[in-house]
């Protein structure tokens, strides 16, 4: 049975940093690619970064600069560094797996999801 936990989200203020990390269970974790999207009020579930089991990592526009993918293989998880953050970045944030590998934006490329952790910027 494939889990993905997400934990790590919380209220920070503009311009403050947090990291929120994935833990997961019941797959060949190194083999994966993993991805983080988030999904705010109104708005549809957006690609925020992926990084494939060889450590190439992929970022949308609005984050680069600011967040951080990374993985650690013996403890099967991911984790996603944010810095500089901004009122716009609040959301709901959701590890996925890649079973392929490539660790592309397309939400149809990823076969599992956790459940989401809140984080919230207040201006």
């Known amino acids: 049975q494939v889990q993905l936990v997400e934990s790590g989200g919380e209220l920070v203020q503009a311009g403050g940093s947090l990291r929120v990390s994935c833990a997961a269970s019941?797959?060949?974790?190194?083999?994966?690619?993993l991805g983080w999207f988030r999904h705010s009020t109104g708005k549809q579930r957006e690609f925020v970064a992926a990084v494939t089991s060889g450590g190439s990592t992929n970022y949308a526009d609005f984050v680069k600069g600011r967040f951080t993918i990374s993985r650690d293989n013996a403890k099967n998880t991911v984790y996603l560094q944010m810095n500089s953050l901004k009122p716009e970045d609040t959301a709901v944030y959701y590890c996925?797996?890649?079973?392929?590998?490539?660790?592309?934006?397309?939400?149809?490329?990823?076969?599992?999801w956790g459940q989401g952790t809140q984080v919230t910027v207040s201006s």
């Open positions: 996925a797996t890649d079973r392929a590998g490539w660790g592309k934006k397309s939400i149809y490329e990823y076969d599992y």
């Open positions: 019941g797959i060949t974790f190194s083999s994966y690619a």
